[in-house]
């Protein structure tokens, strides 16, 4: 997963998606052999010689300035969060550092005071590569009910969204649209490997996805970014129904931890629900079942870190 391969990677998968009619370039009914535009075609509508773009594609050059990434970007029609990406995998491949092991995850002090203010709220503090750090009570209940509330707590017991969404029955059932929650796990992914292209946990962790998941593995292919910073879902608890809620993912720095919080609209049945959800929990007390899928619920072998120094987990649940 190095910058330089990845840019030629992205660069050929998103110029392939790219239909000659929607960047209004003529076909004149021709049969053609790429299902997207060729490069000629994208270095034409970008500004640029067909030969230099050929190259950057091939990674064989690294003197992309911003400028000529803008243009590219444009002629790709991407959008800012893919516009940003483009520039990270650039920089990415001028550096090219080597492969390190990152250093432990923490919640901080000010996260838990956070957390201990929004009882109300289900909330999950995420790392980078989407390990749960800490959750509150209803955070836990909403989005992992079925798994211990103390496993945030030791390290190579936390859970991993991504893992979770693609590994884990239990969550695959709790969203009525899957492959949409899915797809933003992915692109959240994206993200983060184009800005953090030495990070050896996040290699170990698509590595894990793409070889146990096929559904991973194509939507990885796909190149798609995404910044999932609200999000609206139809979640399915078992406990207490169908639940419309909206996801926010609240940066709490550059590369820090994010928290993940539901909310749901005030007065309707959802937020009815989340009350419901909320008294139950309270009612089960800590370490106690909170749904009925708990005693079913596949293990958490795979959905976890395992010991060992090669499998962490990246933030992730947009």
Known sequence: ???????????????????PEDAAVPTYNERR???????????????????????????????????VLDAIAGALRLDDSERRHLHDLARADRHRPRSRRPAPERVSEAERQLLDVLPDVPAVVLGLRSDVLAWNRLGHALFAGHLDPGAPEVARDRPNMARLVFLDGHTRELYADWPSKARAVVGNLRLVAGRHPQDAALHALVGELSSTSTE???????????ACTVAAYTMRHPLV??????????????????????????????????????????????????????????????????????????????
Request: proline content about 7%.
């Open 216 to 226: 991973f593995a194509t939507m990885w292919a796909d190149h798609r970014v995404r």
């Open 33 to 67: 052999r790429v299902s997207g535009l060729r490069r000629e075609e994208l270095a034409l509508l970008a500004g640029v010689s067909a030969s230099y773009y050929t190259r950057l594609e091939q990674g064989q050059s690294q003197s992309a300035s911003p400028q």
């Open 241 to 318: 129904g169908a639940v419309n809620v909206i996801q926010h993912t609240l940066s709490l720095g550059a590369d820090g931890p994010g928290v993940v919080v539901a909310t749901a609209e005030a007065g309707s049945p959802s937020r009815a629900a989340l009350t419901l959800l909320g008294q139950a929990t309270v009612q089960a007390g800590p370490g106690q079942e909170t749904t009925p899928t708990a005693r079913t619920a596949p293990s958490t072998s795979v959905l976890t870190n395992p010991p060992g120094p090669a499998r962490p987990g990246s933030r992730t649940a947009d």
């Open 1 to 19: 997963m190095n910058g330089k391969s990845q840019l030629g990677e992205f660069l050929r998968m998103r110029r392939s998606q790219l239909r």
